[in-house]
Nanobody
Framework: QVQLVESGGGLVQPGGSLRLSCAAS????????MSWHRQGPEKQREFVAG???????NTGDSVKGRFTISRDNAKNTVYLQMNSLKPEDTAVYYC??????????WGQGTQVTVSS
């Protein structure tokens, strides 16, 4: 059974940085697309960044130039480095794994709050 566990969220001041991690278990291959999404208060869930099995990454327009996604296939872990954080980045951040079979898995989410 595939499980995703996010960590690294917390409270940070505007302009600060955080690094989120998402560890995947129960998978037998690294051939899957992984991504981060977020859902702010009273907002719809939105795509933040995604990365292919071989490391090709793309980021959403709202975080481009500030957030970087990366992955360590040996550890089955994907990271989201968030710099120059803004109050509007406050959200629950979710990790997603898109299995080659077409099944999509979600983590439980980790809260990121940007406030002074």
């Amino acid at each position: 059974q595939v499980q995703l566990v996010e960590s690294g969220g917390g409270l940070v001041q505007p302009g600060g940085s955080l690094r989120l991690s998402c560890a995947a278990s129960g998978i037998t291959s690294w051939l899957y697309f992984m991504s981060w999404h977020r859902q702010g208060p009273e907002k719809q869930r939105e795509f933040v960044a995604g990365i292919t099995p071989v490391g090709t990454a793309n980021t959403g327009d709202s975080v481009k130039g500030r957030f970087t996604i990366s992955r360590d296939n040996a550890k089955n872990t994907v990271y989201l480095q968030m710099n120059s954080l803004k109050p509007e980045d406050t959200a629950v951040y979710y990790c997603n794994l898109q299995h080659p079979s077409g099944t999509s898995y979600w983590g439980q989410g980790t809260q990121v709050t940007v406030s002074s």
